[in-house]
Nanobody, 115 residues
């Protein structure tokens, strides 16, 4: 059972930056599709970014140009660098790993952007 643990959330002012981290309990980046999702109060969970095993990345239009997804295979860590943060980025951010029929989620980390 893969375990994912997010960290790095917090309260920042609009325009600021945060780097979220996701620690995986084992080496999974070579065959798992890794991603970040977020869920704002009263809204459904939405996809933010994906990094594939080969390194290709995709971003939601709402964050494109402001966030970068990356990974450190040696550390089993995935990151989400977020810049130019907006109040509408406020949400709980979740780390996700997918391989075949298996999907794993972290517990989430709260990101709050003040205006």
């Amino acid at each position: 059972q893969v375990q994912l643990v997010e960290s790095g959330g917090g309260l920042v002012q609009a325009g600021g930056s945060l780097r979220l981290s996701c620690a995986a309990s084992e080496s999974i980046f070579s065959n798992h599709i890794m991603g970040w999702f977020r869920q704002a109060p009263g809204k459904e969970r939405e996809w933010v970014a994906t990094i594939y095993s080969g390194g290709m990345t995709n971003y939601a239009n709402s964050v494109k140009g402001r966030v970068t997804i990356s990974r450190d295979t040696a550390k089993n860590h995935m990151y989400l660098q977020m810049n130019s943060l907006k109040p509408e980025d406020t949400a709980v951010y979740y780390c996700n790993a997918r391989y075949l029929q298996n999907t794993y989620w972290g517990q989430g980390t709260q990101v709050t952007i003040s205006s």
